[in-house]
């Protein structure tokens, strides 16, 4: 995977500098100005752009230039209004990254003293909801295309964008302005410092702890907390500012929470408000000690999915209600959250996805390797020994010898054998998950150790007409198979109980053993029962290891019942 460079924390730091030293006399040319400069550092970009939509928002009215000079600019001639590729973001407001701009459909070349120019990034900015322009990068220095994070960059900074043209707009001469400018600038900071944490591929926990500790700063709130949906259970993400103690963890009982409502919503909720207010005391944070005088919880949504709540609480000064301000700027605030977090979560999952497949692919080679030289060599040893045997010339001592070493030898092969197939479910995918775990349990019963099965797998049984998804399988197969060689190999188990249950939405699997147990607190140098979390956690399901010494041990696998099918169906 090849690493981003990411632009040094110095130029940005400037930035936020620049934005500081003129909130006095920012005014919309100004705020124009610095996302320009801002979308240049962050991404690297030699050349950036904003268009402005006319009122009819099918053409450009303003187009606004960073990185070219006035001779370039005076030869190139009229701006553009707005057509060929510049036009594309116009009809279609998504982000739109291309390694080359010529080559995009849509192109109709440059004018004839334009610089060349081939990768594009460009991302549309809306202003209190409604398409306002696009900002344009073009070609990244030293490099042949802008990245994915470049992209989440500026996604970022347009939003932010977004905010402070709003701003400007609205308070433009008027004397307040200074005051909710500032703010603005403390969102761009924000925002900024967020977008780069995520450059500097921070884990997601670190980027929770940062947008709850500047959300707090950002609207003066006593406390801020951040609930996210953990395998179907609301925990405490994230918190700053005055909380009860350990209260980060937490598990939540999301029935009757404001958190819910607001999710289910996807509208701000003020904690303030009947009846949130008795909700907010009698259910979740409510319950564990947090009191709130006022508040707002803001859903945090990224493309229409969940991401979590924010939840600020007393506004510390001139509170403890939040002003309208203070709900866009955190709601503001909130859309970049969500986009960090979903950004953070998926790099976080796409990195295990690639140990994973890592280890798969160690492991068949292992597989290959065991097969073509191990077992040859040893099947060769075989024959021989084999043809010696036949030819009987020896004394008896020999011929026993020879007898026992074939003997070995074989008992070698099936050892193999049987380490070869563990090592690779080749099985899975030509038989499917029920056969396959029927054959592993099947074999653990001929290693000696008894094992009662029952399964019933809904494609299997006739009630789906589709298999779960082959990462499923695996993940499944993978973890029914850990838990009975560790059963068998640290228990000392006499007796096992394997059970698979299927139905429309979830796969339970338990693996149970009568063995001696273990301590599920210590720690320990495997990789078994840390590679059953990753996988299951990887697949969106859980795993719980219930035992203790003399207890035996029970692995329960919840896992998400996601079929083939089902983007067929959507
Ligand atoms: N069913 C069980 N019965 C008793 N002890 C167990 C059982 N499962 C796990 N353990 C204990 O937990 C430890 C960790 O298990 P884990 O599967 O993570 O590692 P491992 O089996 O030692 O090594 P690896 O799985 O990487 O080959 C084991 O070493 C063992 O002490
Ligand atoms: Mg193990």
């Keep these: 995977m090849a690493e981003t460079e990411r632009p040094p924390t110095p130029a940005v730091d400037r930035v936020l500098e620049v ?37 009819s928002r099918s053409e450009l009215e303003r187009f606004i230039t960073l990185g070219f000079d006035d001779a370039t600019r005076r030869a190139i001639g009229p701006l553009p209004r707005g057509r060929g590729v510049l036009g594309e973001l116009i009809s279609d407001p998504v982000p739109l990254r291309l390694a080359d701009v010529g080559a995009h459909p849509r192109s109709y070349g440059f004018p004839p003293a334009h610089p060349p120019m081939t990768s594009f990034l460009g991302v549309p900015v809306f202003v209190a909801g409604e398409p306002f322009g696009n900002l344009y990068l073009t070609e990244k220095t030293g490099v042949e295309r802008f990245t994915e994070e470049d992209e989440q960059a500026l996604v970022l900074l347009a939003e932010f964008a977004g905010v402070a043209i709003d701003h400007a707009r609205r308070y433009s001469g008027l004397e307040s302005r200074h005051a909710e400018l500032a703010q603005t600038v403390d969102a761009l900071e924000a925002t900024i410092e967020i977008a780069r944490a995520l450059g500097g591929q921070t884990d997601l926990r670190t980027i929770l702890e940062l947008v709850a500790k500047r959300g707090r700063a950002l609207v003066s709130a006593r406390a801020l907390v951040i609930e996210r949906e953990l395998g179907g259970d609301t925990v405490v993400a994230a918190a700053a500012g005055e909380l009860p103690r350990d209260l980060i963890g937490q598990r939540l009982d999301q029935h009757g929470t404001v958190s819910e409502a607001a999710l289910r919503t996807g509208r701000t909720l003020r904690l303030e408000d009947d009846p949130n207010r008795a909700r907010f005391g009698r259910h979740g944070l409510g319950r564990h000690g947090v009191r709130a005088e006022a508040g707002l919880a803001v859903p945090l949504l990224f493309r229409g999915q969940r991401q979590g709540v924010l939840i600020a609480i007393d506004r510390l000064e001139d509170g403890p209600r939040f002003s309208a301000d203070d709900q866009r700027l955190l709601e503001a605030f909130a859309a970049s959250a969500a986009t960090a977090i979903a950004t953070a979560e998926t790099v976080a999952a796409e990195r295990r996805k690639q140990t994973l497949a890592a280890a798969e692919q160690e492991r068949a080679r292992w597989a290959r390797e065991l097969h073509d030289e191990t077992l040859q060599s040893i099947a060769a040893v075989r024959l021989g020994l084999a043809a010696q045997l036949r030819a009987g010339a020896d004394p008896d001592a020999l011929l026993e010898t020879i007898r026992e070493s074939v003997d070995t030898l074989d008992g070698e092969i099936g050892t193999l054998r049987a380490l070869i197939t563990d090592l690779r479910p080749a099985a899975l995918d030509e038989i499917g998950a029920q056969p396959a775990i029927e054959d592993l349990v099947e074999r653990a019963r001929s290693g000696g150790l008894p094992t009662e099965l029952s399964i ?115």
Excluded: C
């Excluded at 919309?28 to 240049?40: C, I, S």
């Excluded at 249950?501 to 599920?520: K, W």
């Excluded at 956690?537 to 696998?557: D, H, I, K, Q």
């Design 19 to 55: 934005a500081r030293s003129v909130i006095s006399d920012l005014d919309l040319e100004t705020v124009l100005g610095h996302v320009l400069q801002a979308a240049r550092e962050l991404t690297g970009a030699r050349y950036a752009a904003l268009g402005v939509l006319d009122r």
């Design 456 to 570: 019933s797998m809904a494609y299997e049984r006739g009630a789906q007409p589709d298999r779960l998804e082959s990462e499923l399988e695996t993940a499944l197969y993978r973890i029914i198979q850990e838990a009975l060689t560790n059963a068998g190999r640290h228990g000392q188990a006499s007796h096992m109980w394997v059970e698979v249950e299927e139905d429309a939405t979830t796969v339970r699997a338990t693996i149970r053993d009568d063995g001696q147990g273990f301590d599920t607190s210590a720690k320990t140098t495997g990789f078994g029962l840390a590679g059953m979390h990753e996988r299951a956690e990887l697949v969106g399901g859980t795993v719980e290891v219930a035992s203790g010494p003399g207890e035996g041990t029970t692995v329960r696998a919840t896992l998400p019942a996601r079929r083939r099918g089902a983007s067929r169906a959507a």
